[in-house]
C-alpha cells in the first residue's frame, strides 16, 4: 500500500533552514507528482507547491506566499521527496506533509516544524 513518511522537523531559529524528507513506498514514485502543504493551529491545510514526475519534466510550481524561500526536489532513485526551507519565519511554524497524487491521494502524517527564538 502507499506509505509516505515525513522526517526533518524540528525547532529552529528566526531566519533558520530546514530540509524536509518524504519518503514514499507503494508505488512507482517516479511516475507522479508529489506536493508538500502545512497546516499552522488554527489554519486550513495550505498548498505550498508541487513537482511533477521526471516524465513530465520534473517541474516545480511554489506558492507565491513561500517562493524564493523554499524549493521542493525529488531524488527518484530514493523514492524521496523534498522540502528545502530558507530564511523561516515563524509564522511558517505548522506541520507539513507530503501528498503523493496517486489516485485519489495518499498523505503522509505530517512533521512538526516550530519556528522560535
Known amino acids: 500500500q502507499v506509505r509516505l513518511v515525513e522526517s526533518g522537523g524540528g525547532l529552529v531559529q528566526p531566519g533558520g533552514s530546514l530540509r524536509l524528507s518524504c519518503a514514499a513506498s507503494g508505488f512507482t514514485f517516479s511516475n507522479y507528482a508529489m506536493s508538500w502543504y502545512r497546516q499552522a493551529p488554527g489554519k486550513e491545510r495550505e498548498l505550498l507547491g508541487v513537482?511533477?514526475?521526471?516524465?513530465?519534466?520534473?517541474?516545480?510550481s511554489i506558492v507565491d506566499s513561500v517562493k524564493g524561500r523554499f524549493t521542493i526536489s525529488r531524488d527518484n532513485a530514493k523514492n524521496t521527496v523534498y522540502l528545502q526551507m530558507n530564511g523561516l519565519k515563524p509564522e511558517d511554524t505548522a506541520v507539513y506533509y507530503c501528498?503523493?497524487?496517486?489516485?485519489?491521494?495518499?498523505w503522509g502524517k505530517g512533521t512538526l516544524v516550530t519556528v522560535s527564538s
Open positions: 501528498k503523493a497524487l496517486v489516485e485519489m491521494g495518499y
Open positions: 513537482i511533477v514526475s521526471a516524465g513530465a519534466g520534473g517541474r516545480t
